[in-house]
């Protein structure tokens, strides 16, 4: 299944200390969120800011710094007669697969225990994807510049806009258009920001869903059904593809 | 003194006789059923006069519209079925003091000018409908322009889909001094409806699953509801145009939806809400122009809304009561409080008791931003816990700058009072 590079930065990162501690932070808070709330549903909600804000931090920093610090390595494997293309695909999946894996023996199995049905499932889907999403983006930072402290302020500044200041702008054009029917314009909207779709994904599995109102109910109708279903996981799939094709083109040309 | 002689007791006799002869009458039994000298209900019913017994055996009997027109007792043995075919009102009640029980009213017939019913009483007094099951009707019991009735024990079901095509369990129009107890009432548009109904009780009912409101109130001064319980009901329970209502240990919960409220009070003045649990609601109450009312010693649990207070609402107190995990504990529309909150529990305080008085030192504000942005503007939602939003509400409970700042509980408790 995986290939000799893959195998090798799996184990090599499964031995990190980072991911370690990554994967015990994960297992501690989800395990404690759920002995501490009585009612599973809140847990959910409490787990979910774990998994859009600690996840994508996570693993855009922990991959950014990976990648500088195995200059040398990616450096040895480019003067073996392999393809760039082999050796980008491998890292990236390497990463992909050993940070995935902490955050499913971390958070995934308090999810599965204490969260019931479909809810569960959802939760572990998106915090792979949003894994995917942000080793795929953490890629994009370690390409750009050849200085790491610059790659690693990129990354932290790209989490810090989809986490954060992404959704001040949405407020921002809620209040400035909110005479006019917008409703269906931040459909469009939550798809520029795969941290904003994971959220709106799960809220619609979860009861409060009716509390979204009007707004909820056009979310409902088009990501409730198997088309929007689709769709949605399809824009997620493409924040992880797009990101990681840029990436892997801009490594193939670089001169390094 | 003087002793009665031989001719006086014969008098006495005499007198004794007509008097037993006429509680015979008074106290005639007439019995209904195959193998009873009645077979049909409407036979048993000309021949009877007030003050009789008609006992109806068990079997089923579709003889159209039923009307009782003297005061006599109407009692099933074995429950027989009064089946209207859905063409005809099964059961019509038009003298005083009449009593049935003990009945199957199934079927009745469905129409929206006549709004005929399982059961309805029409201007009388004294009628006590008592342990029937009413199934399948337009409307189940039905009053009108009646006084002192009492409805109790009876079991209410319907299957209605859609508000105009089914009536209410349990109507009341323009009467009062009923007493509505111990009723169970699911698939009618309305569980209990009551309009210009005054003096009356609704005690220990459980009305469930039905697709309008549990329990409607329109201009129904003067009257209590107790220990009942709303469960899932379309949109749960509406009290408007009403003053003097107490609503006492009653139990709303699992109503949720987009326009669902555990309680909605519309115009209402001068009532007392005590003890209540809220539970699961999407707004556990929903104040609209709601005046001098106590909501006390309630407990609104994992609300989406524990309370929403629209600024027309005026001189409400709201004391000693249970805030806990509800998505937002209150909200409101307007900039203008002229409510007062104290002693309750908010489970979101944050503050700290110096002086162990059980009383937290700091003034707590249950407003949060985020409440009042949604208000505003309600497609905000779309942004709920997302980690901006945490962090605005932060900022706002530090220096508040957009809620209001005499929306403020100061005296907030440090723990739960049991309820």
């Not at chain 1, 790209?158 to 269906?184: C, H, M, N, R, T």
């Not at chain 1, 979310?219 to 924040?239: P, S």
């Amino acid at each position: 299944m995986f290939n000799k590079i893959q195998r090798f930065i799996v184990l090599d990162i499964l031995k990190n200390r980072v991911v370690l501690a990554y994967t015990l932070l994960l297992a501690v808070l989800s395990w404690s969120v759920f002995s501490l709330e009585d009612d599973s549903n809140k847990g959910v909600l409490t787990l979910l800011n774990i998994v859009l804000l600690t996840t994508p931090l996570v693993s855009i920093i922990f991959t950014t710094i990976y990648l500088y610090n195995s200059a040398e390595f990616i450096e040895l494997l480019l003067s073996q007669p392999i393809r760039r293309s082999k050796i980008w695909t491998g890292l990236f999946l390497g990463l992909f697969f050993s940070l995935a894996l902490s955050f499913i023996i971390g958070a995934g199995i308090p999810i599965l225990l204490f969260v019931p049905g479909h809810v569960a499932l959802i939760l572990l889907v998106m915090g792979v994807l949003i894994t995917a999403v942000f080793v795929a983006l953490g890629f994009l930072c370690g390409i750009m510049s050849r200085d790491k402290a610059r790659g690693i302020g990129i990354s932290i500044l790209l989490w810090l806009f989809f986490a954060l200041l992404f959704d001040g702008l949405v407020l921002f054009l809620l209040f400035q258009f909110s005479d006019y029917p917008i409703e269906k314009a931040m459909v469009g909207v939550a798809a520029l920001n795969p941290i904003d779709l994971a959220r709106i994904f799960i809220i619609l599995q979860l009861d409060v869903s009716a509390m979204l109102g009007y707004t909820g109910a056009i979310f409902k109708d088009f990501f409730g059904t198997g088309v929007g279903t689709a769709i949605g996981f399809a824009l997620l799939c493409l924040w992880v593809i797009l990101p990681y094709l840029l990436s892997r083109r801009m490594f193939i040309r670089k001169d390094l | 003194m003087q002793v009665l002689s031989p001719k006086d007791y014969r008098y006495v006799l005499g007198a004794l006789c007509m008097i037993l002869h006429s509680l015979s009458a008074v106290s005639g039994t007439i019995q209904v059923g195959s193998g009873f000298p009645f077979a049909s209900v409407r036979k048993a019913l000309e021949v009877s006069i007030d003050g009789d017994t008609i006992l109806v055996h068990s079997g089923t009997y579709k003889e159209g519209n039923i009307i009782i027109d003297k005061s006599i007792s109407f009692v099933g043995v074995d429950w027989p079925v009064l089946d209207g075919q859905l063409k005809y009102e099964v059961l019509s009640i038009k003298a005083d003091h009449v009593l049935v029980t003990g009945f199957v009213v199934r079927d009745s017939g469905h129409a929206s000018l006549d709004d005929p019913g399982g059961i309805k009483i029409y201007d009388s007094r004294y009628v006590h409908i008592i342990n029937n099951r009413l199934i399948n009707n337009f409307f189940g019991i039905y009053l009108q322009y009646s006084q002192h009735c009492i409805v109790r024990d009876n079991i209410i079901r319907a299957s209605g889909t859609e508000e105009q095509q089914i009536g209410n369990g349990i109507h009341c129009w323009k009467s009062d001094s009923l007493q509505i107890i111990a009723n169970s009432i699911s698939g009618h548009r309305d569980g209990i409806y009551f309009e210009f109904v005054h003096g009356s009780i609704i005690w220990r009912n459980i009305s469930f699953d039905n697709i309008r409101y549990g329990l409607h109130f329109m201009f129904s001064d003067n009257d209590a509801y107790i220990t009942n319980l709303f469960r899932g009901n379309g949109a749960g329970v509406a009290v408007m145009f009403t003053k003097n209502v107490k609503m006492f240990n009653n139990t709303f919960e699992d109503n949720w939806g987009d326009a669902a409220h555990g309680l909605l009070l519309k115009e209402i003045s001068d009532s007392y809400i005590f003890n209540n649990r809220f539970i699961r609601n999407t707004s556990g109450i929903y104040m609209e122009g709601t005046n001098r009312i106590i909501v006390e010693k309630n407990s609104f649990k994992d609300n989406g809304w524990g309370m929403k207070i629209q600024a027309s609402c005026m001189d409400n107190t709201i004391r000693d009561n249970n805030f806990m995990r509800n998505t937002f504990d209150i909200s409101t529309n307007g900039s203008l409080v002229l409510n007062t909150f104290n002693d309750n529990y908010w489970d979101k305080y944050e503050g700290y008791d110096l002086d162990k008085d059980n009383v937290g030192d700091v003034p707590y504000r249950p407003l949060s931003l985020f409440s009042v942005l949604v208000e505003q503007n309600p497609p905000t939602m779309l942004l709920y816990r997302s980690f901006i939003v945490t962090l605005l509400d932060r900022s706002e409970k530090m220096i508040p700058t957009l809620t209001p700042d005499n929306f403020i509980d100061d005296r907030p408790l440090m723990h739960a009072i049991p309820l």
